[in-house]
Structure formats: structure tokens, C-alpha cells
């Protein structure tokens, strides 16, 4: 809910970094609740797309490659427009797993070491592209792993079926 609220402008409107109001290729530039502002060590924002329909890397086909195109360019532009840094200096990913289902990027400073910015959670923007660029179904084919804390109910999941 906390998505929508923010996609309707119903909450943080005023944190609002970029909008692109397109209903398809379009998405809400926000600062991670994890970031405090003051301080381009730490920047962290997140992108938000307007579409309902994609909830997480699994879902994303080259169909969507004008949204995720659209977020990689104008994330990065608003970025260095709003606060000087360089697209150089950031790290553009999505998670998988990620923490809500509704497909978010991920935009922290190169040198800041987020949470979940480590190579079995994130995947880079730019290669997400270039994989579906080369196959349109790259990511319902693929095997993506991924770490589990052994409190996650997913990973009882695996335990039990025995793949732990």
C-alpha cells in the first residue's frame, strides 16, 4: 500500500524526485526511506513504476524495454540535475528477491555499501537490458540465485522439500 500511496500521491509527495507520469514506461523517483538527504556518501533512491503488472525481475520481457530504459536514463539524469552526482558514481539495480512485489530500482552512490547491493541480491539495470535485449524471456529461463536468512519462511520452504 505503501507503493500505491505513493504512486497516487497520497504520501511523500513532496519527496518526489522525478515523475514520469507515463501509465506504460513511466515511474516516481523517490529518496530511500534509509537515507537521511544530507549526505551524497550514503544517496539512495528509489524508482517506482506506475505499472501494477510487473512485480518483480521474473516478470520483465523485452517488452518492457522502453520502461526500463526510461528509468536507467532519466533516474540517472534527475540524479546528477538534483544532487551533482555523476551517473558514474551510482549503482542502478533491482533486487531478486525483492522485499514488496511491485517492480522497484534501486539507485545508490557507487561507494555505499546498501543493503542488498551484493552480487546474490542485485542485478545491474544496464545488464538487465542487454539480457532482454538478447532474449525476450531471458528471466523466466534463467536460474537466479539468491541468498535466504535461515528465519525466512521461504527458506523452511526449501528445508522442507529438501534443497537446503
Known amino acids: 500500500q505503501w507503493v500505491y500511496n505513493i504512486l497516487e500521491k497520497k504520501a511523500e509527495a513532496d519527496r518526489i524526485v522525478h515523475e514520469n507520469p507515463d501509465p506504460s514506461n513511466g515511474f516516481v523517483l523517490v529518496p530511500d526511506l534509509k537515507w537521511n538527504q544530507n549526505q551524497l556518501e550514503d544517496l539512495y533512491l528509489i524508482a517506482l513504476v506506475h505499472r501494477r503488472d510487473i512485480k518483480s525481475l521474473r516478470d520483465l520481457t523485452a517488452e ?24 558514474s558514481q551510482l549503482r542502478i539495480y533491482l533486487h531478486y528477491q525483492p522485499s514488496y512485489q511491485h517492480l522497484h530500482v534501486h539507485f545508490t552512490a557507487l561507494g555505499y555499501d546498501a543493503p542488498g547491493s551484493s552480487v546474490e541480491r542485485a542485478h545491474l539495470l544496464a545488464d538487465v537490458i542487454d539480457n532482454l535485449a538478447m532474449d525476450s524471456m531471458y528471466y523466466q529461463k534463467r536460474a537466479l540465485t539468491f541468498p535466504l536468512r535461515a528465519d525466512e519462511p521461504l527458506f523452511k520452504k526449501f528445508q522442507e522439500a529438501g534443497k537446503v
Open 64 to 87: 518492457h524495454l522502453p520502461l526500463l530504459r526510461n528509468v536507467l536514463q532519466e533516474g540517472k539524469e534527475a540524479i546528477v540535475k538534483r544532487f551533482g552526482v555523476p551517473s
